[in-house]
C-alpha cells in the first residue's frame, strides 16, 4: 500500500497543473475586431433576464422589444443577428439598437428617443419587471454589457453582467431611462483599437426636452417613476465615454470571469478526493483481502477433488448470476443511452478545459453538447444491441427502434411541452417554431440513422459469452439483511456519488439560474471524472455485499444504485429552491421543476450506466478466476 501515497501526490499535482493551464490558455472564439479612430462600434440588445446577484423570482426572459417595454427602436426596426443553435435554445435574442457609439468618440446626454404614452397595463408590467429585479442586457463587440461589483473577500473590482432596468427607494418603484456607458479599449501599435470591456452605470432621471427637442440632463434631476395611471412618456437618454486600458484583448474576459471564492472550488475537489480515495481503499481491501482469499479458497477446494464438496459464500450462486434480467429490453436501452451521454459530457468537457468553447463565442457550449449527443448515438445503439443480445434478447428490431426514439424523444418531447409554458407566458426564451423544426431535423437525420446503424454494428458482433453457465432452474434467494433490502440499499449507494459533486452542483446551478458564466472548467472536468470513479466503486462494492448474501439479482440493482444520484441531485434542486430562489409564479415554478427534472434523469442515466457496466465486468472478472464444474 505504500506507493499509493506518491501516486496520490501525482495526481493532485497533475490536477493543480491541469487547472492552472485552464486558467492561462485562452483560444478565443471569435476573431479580434479592430476599431479606427471615429469608427461605428454597433451596440446590440439581447434579452431581459433576472440580475445576476439577486434572488431570483422568476426564470423567464422578455425580448428587448417586448411592446409592452416600451424601449426605442432603430430607424426601420431592429433587425435579427446571426446566432448559433445553442445561443438561441438558451434564450438568447440578439438584436440591432438605436445607440450610436462612435470609436473614441465621447458622449454626453445624448438623446435614445422619447416614447409614446405607455398604457397602465404596460406601466404594471414595467414596474412588475422591476420590482422582479430584472436586468438589461447589451452585446458591444462581443462583451456583454455590465455593472461593477466588489469581491466581498478580497475588495477586488469585477464585472458583473447585465445592469437594472430599474430599482425601488420605499414603496417607490422607478426606471432606469439615463445610461452612463464606459467603454475600455485597448490601443494597438498600428493605432487600431479593441474593445476589452464594457460598464453601464443606469439612472433614473425625470429627463426633460427643451424647445430643439434636446435632452436637459442635470445632476439634481429627480428619479424617473412610472404611474400607475399611465399616459406618461419616457425621455431616454445616454453618456458614453471611451477609457483607454492596459488590458489585452486575450484577457478581456477576465473581469467577468472572476472567481468569488476559489477556495470552495478546491474545497469541492479535495471533498471528492477524499471520496474517491475512501472508495479506492475498500475496492482494494475487497479485491486484494476478501476476493482473493475467496478464490484462493474455491480453487484449492476444487484441486481437492473431494467426493463431496460443497460451494459456499459468493460462488454458490455462480449458475445464477449471469442470469438475464427482468426486462432485458429496457436496461438495454438505459445503459446504452446512458453511455452515449458519458462520451458527450466527456469530449464536450475536454473541448472546454482546452479552451475551443470561450464564452465569446454565445452558445457554443449548447451547441457542442447537442452536435455530440446526435454523433455519439451510434454508441447508444452498438452497446444497447450488445447487451440485448447478451441477455438473451431476441426482438431485435424493437431494440434498435427504443434505443433510437426512447431517450431522445423523451427528453425532446418534455422540452417541447415546456416550451409551451414559456410561448403562453410571452417569454422570449420560448424556442421559436423554425429553431424546433430544425432540432427535430437533426435528430431525424444524424442522430436516429446513427443508431440504427450502430445496433447493427451490435447484433452483427458474436454474443457475449459470460464465465459460467446459466442453471436451468434459478435458485431461491434468501431472506436479506434490511440494510441490504432493495430501497435502503440502492439510496445508500447514491449518497456518495452525490457527495462527490454536490459542491459543484451549487456553482452550475447559480450559472443556470443567475445567468452567469460558469468558469470552473477544469474543476468540472476533475469532478466528472472523480463522478465516474465513485459511481463505479460504490456499484461494486454493493454488488459483492449482495453477492456475499447470495442475492444474485445485480442487473437493475446496479443501475439504480448509481442512478439514485440523479434522485439526490433532483431532491437537492428542490432545497435549491426553497432556500436559494424566490419564485413566486405558477408557470416559474413549472418550468423550475421540468427543467431541474430532466437534467435529474440524464445524470441517472448516465451514473446508472456507469454503475452497470462496472459492475458486469467486475463479475467477469471474479467468475472467470474461479474453477467452476
Known amino acids: 500500500m505504500m506507493p499509493t501515497i506518491p501516486r496520490v501526490r501525482t495526481v493532485l499535482a497533475l490536477g493543480s497543473l491541469l487547472i492552472q493551464t485552464c486558467a492561462g490558455f485562452y483560444l478565443p472564439g471569435v476573431a479580434p475586431h479592430d476599431f479606427a479612430m471615429l469608427d461605428?462600434?454597433?451596440?446590440?440588445?439581447?434579452?431581459?433576464?433576472?440580475?445576476?446577484?439577486?434572488?431570483?423570482?422568476?426564470?423567464?426572459?422578455?425580448?428587448?422589444?417586448?411592446?409592452?417595454?416600451?424601449?426605442?427602436?432603430?430607424?426601420?426596426?431592429?433587425?435579427?443577428?446571426?446566432?448559433?443553435?445553442?445561443?438561441?435554445?438558451?434564450?438568447?435574442?440578439?438584436?440591432?439598437?438605436?445607440?450610436?457609439?462612435?470609436?473614441?468618440?465621447?458622449?454626453?446626454?445624448?438623446?435614445?428617443?422619447?416614447?409614446?404614452?405607455?398604457?397602465?397595463?404596460?406601466?404594471?408590467?414595467?414596474?412588475?419587471?422591476?420590482?422582479?429585479?430584472?436586468?438589461?442586457?447589451?452585446?458591444?463587440?462581443?462583451?456583454?454589457?455590465?455593472?461593477?461589483?466588489?469581491?466581498?473577500?478580497?475588495?477586488?473590482?469585477?464585472?458583473?453582467?447585465?445592469?437594472?432596468?430599474?430599482?425601488?427607494?420605499?414603496?417607490?418603484?422607478?426606471?432606469?431611462?439615463?445610461?452612463?456607458?464606459?467603454?475600455?479599449?485597448?490601443?494597438r501599435p498600428d493605432d487600431k483599437r479593441r474593445v476589452v470591456g464594457v460598464v453601464v452605470h443606469a439612472a433614473s432621471k425625470d429627463i426633460k426636452l427643451d424647445q430643439n427637442n434636446k435632452p436637459i440632463c442635470k445632476r439634481e434631476d429627480y428619479a424617473f417613476q412610472l404611474k400607475s395611471e399611465g399616459k406618461q412618456k419616457v425621455v431616454y437618454a445616454y453618456d458614453v465615454t471611451w477609457v483607454p486600458s492596459d488590458t489585452a484583448w486575450a484577457t478581456r474576459w477576465d473581469m467577468y470571469l472572476h472567481i468569488l471564492d476559489p477556495s470552495i472550488h478546491w474545497f469541492s475537489l479535495v471533498n471528492s478526493i477524499v471520496i474517491v480515495l475512501f472508495l479506492t481503499g475498500m475496492v482494494a481491501m475487497i479485491l486484494l483481502r476478501a476476493l482473493h482469499k475467496d478464490i484462493s479458497r474455491y480453487n484449492a477446494a476444487e484441486a481437492q477433488e473431494e467426493d463431496v464438496q460443497e460451494d459456499y459464500g459468493w460462488k454458490l450462486i455462480h449458475g445464477d448470476v449471469f442470469r438475464p434480467p427482468k426486462h432485458p429490453m429496457l436496461l438495454s436501452v438505459a445503459v446504452g443511452s446512458g453511455t452515449q451521454l458519458i462520451a458527450m459530457a466527456a469530449l464536450t468537457l475536454v473541448f472546454a478545459v482546452l479552451g475551443f468553447l470561450s464564452p465569446s463565442n454565445r452558445g457554443s457550449l449548447a451547441t457542442?453538447?447537442?452536435?455530440?449527443?446526435?454523433?455519439?448515438?451510434?454508441?447508444?445503439?452498438?452497446?444497447?444491441?450488445?447487451?440485448?443480445?447478451?441477455?438473451?434478447?431476441?426482438?431485435?428490431?424493437?431494440?434498435?427502434?427504443?434505443?433510437?426514439?426512447?431517450?431522445?424523444?423523451?427528453?425532446?418531447?418534455?422540452?417541447?411541452?415546456?416550451?409551451?409554458?414559456?410561448?403562453?407566458?410571452?417569454?422570449?426564451?420560448?424556442?421559436?417554431?423554425?429553431?424546433?423544426?430544425?432540432v427535430l431535423a437533426l435528430y431525424l437525420l444524424i442522430s436516429f440513422p446513427l443508431s440504427v446503424l450502430g445496433s447493427y454494428f451490435g447484433f452483427r458482433k458474436p454474443v457475449i459469452e459470460h464465465p459460467v453457465r446459466v442453471n436451468q432452474i434459478p435458485r431461491q434467494i434468501p431472506d436479506q439483511p434490511l440494510y441490504l433490502?432493495?430501497?435502503?440499499?440502492?439510496?445508500?449507494?447514491?449518497?456518495?456519488?452525490?457527495?462527490?459533486?454536490?459542491?459543484?452542483?451549487?456553482?452550475?446551478?447559480?450559472?443556470?439560474?443567475?445567468?452567469?458564466?460558469?468558469?470552473?472548467?477544469?474543476?468540472?472536468?476533475?469532478?466528472?471524472?472523480?463522478?465516474?470513479?465513485?459511481?463505479?466503486?460504490?456499484?461494486?462494492?454493493?454488488?459483492?455485499?449482495?453477492?456475499?448474501?447470495?442475492?444474485?439479482?445485480?442487473?437493475?440493482?446496479?443501475?439504480?444504485?448509481?442512478?439514485?444520484?440523479?434522485?439526490?441531485?433532483?431532491?437537492?434542486?428542490?432545497?435549491?429552491?426553497?432556500?436559494?430562489?424566490?419564485?413566486?409564479?405558477?408557470?416559474?415554478?413549472?418550468?423550475?421543476?421540468?427543467?431541474?427534472?430532466?437534467?435529474?434523469?440524464?445524470?441517472?442515466?448516465?451514473?446508472?450506466?456507469?454503475?452497470?457496466?462496472?459492475?458486469?465486468?467486475?463479475?467477469?472478472?471474479?467468475?472467470?478466476?474461479?474453477?467452476?464444474?
Open 40 to 187: 461605428p462600434v454597433p451596440l446590440y440588445v439581447n434579452s431581459l433576464t433576472q440580475m445576476s446577484n439577486q434572488r431570483v423570482k422568476s426564470v423567464l426572459s422578455y425580448d428587448y422589444y417586448d411592446e409592452r417595454f416600451h424601449f426605442c427602436k432603430p430607424a426601420g426596426g431592429p433587425e435579427k443577428q446571426s446566432e448559433s443553435l445553442g445561443s438561441i435554445l438558451f434564450g438568447d435574442r440578439i438584436l440591432s439598437s438605436a445607440f450610436e457609439l462612435t470609436m473614441g468618440k465621447d458622449e454626453t446626454c445624448k438623446l435614445l428617443c422619447e416614447t409614446d404614452e405607455i398604457p397602465k397595463e404596460h406601466v404594471a408590467f414595467i414596474n412588475e419587471r422591476i420590482a422582479d429585479d430584472y436586468a438589461i442586457n447589451w452585446v458591444i463587440d462581443g462583451l456583454p454589457a455590465a455593472h461593477e461589483d466588489r469581491d466581498e473577500h478580497t475588495n477586488e473590482i469585477y464585472y458583473n453582467i447585465g445592469f437594472s432596468l430599474g430599482y425601488t427607494s420605499g414603496d417607490r418603484i422607478l426606471l432606469n431611462n439615463y445610461y452612463k456607458i464606459n467603454i475600455y479599449y485597448h490601443q
Open 368 to 438: 457542442v453538447m447537442i452536435i455530440f449527443f446526435m454523433i455519439f448515438s451510434c454508441i447508444a445503439g452498438y452497446v444497447s444491441a450488445r447487451l440485448y443480445k447478451m441477455n438473451k434478447g431476441d426482438a431485435w428490431k424493437t431494440n434498435i427502434i427504443l434505443t433510437a426514439v426512447l431517450f431522445p424523444g423523451g427528453i425532446l418531447g418534455s422540452l417541447f411541452a415546456l416550451n409551451f409554458f414559456l410561448i403562453a407566458s410571452q417569454s422570449s426564451g420560448a424556442v421559436p417554431f423554425g429553431t424546433m423544426m430544425a
Open 485 to 629: 433490502h432493495r430501497i435502503p440499499s440502492i439510496l445508500m449507494g447514491g449518497i456518495l456519488p452525490f457527495g462527490a459533486i454536490f459542491i459543484e452542483l451549487y456553482f452550475i446551478m447559480n450559472s443556470i439560474w443567475f445567468h452567469r458564466i460558469y468558469y470552473g472548467i477544469g474543476f468540472l472536468f476533475l469532478v466528472f471524472c472523480i463522478l465516474l470513479l465513485t459511481c463505479s466503486q460504490v456499484t461494486i462494492l454493493m454488488c459483492y455485499f449482495h453477492l456475499c448474501n447470495e442475492d444474485y439479482n445485480w442487473s437493475w440493482r446496479s443501475f439504480f444504485t448509481a442512478g439514485a444520484c440523479g434522485l439526490y441531485v433532483f431532491l437537492y434542486s428542490i432545497l435549491y429552491y426553497v432556500t436559494k430562489l424566490d419564485i413566486n409564479s405558477f408557470t416559474s415554478t413549472v418550468l423550475y421543476l421540468g427543467y431541474s427534472a430532466i437534467i435529474s434523469v440524464l445524470v441517472s442515466v448516465l451514473t446508472g450506466s456507469v454503475g452497470y457496466i462496472a459492475c458486469l465486468f467486475f463479475l467477469r472478472k471474479i467468475f472467470s478466476s474461479i474453477k467452476v464444474d
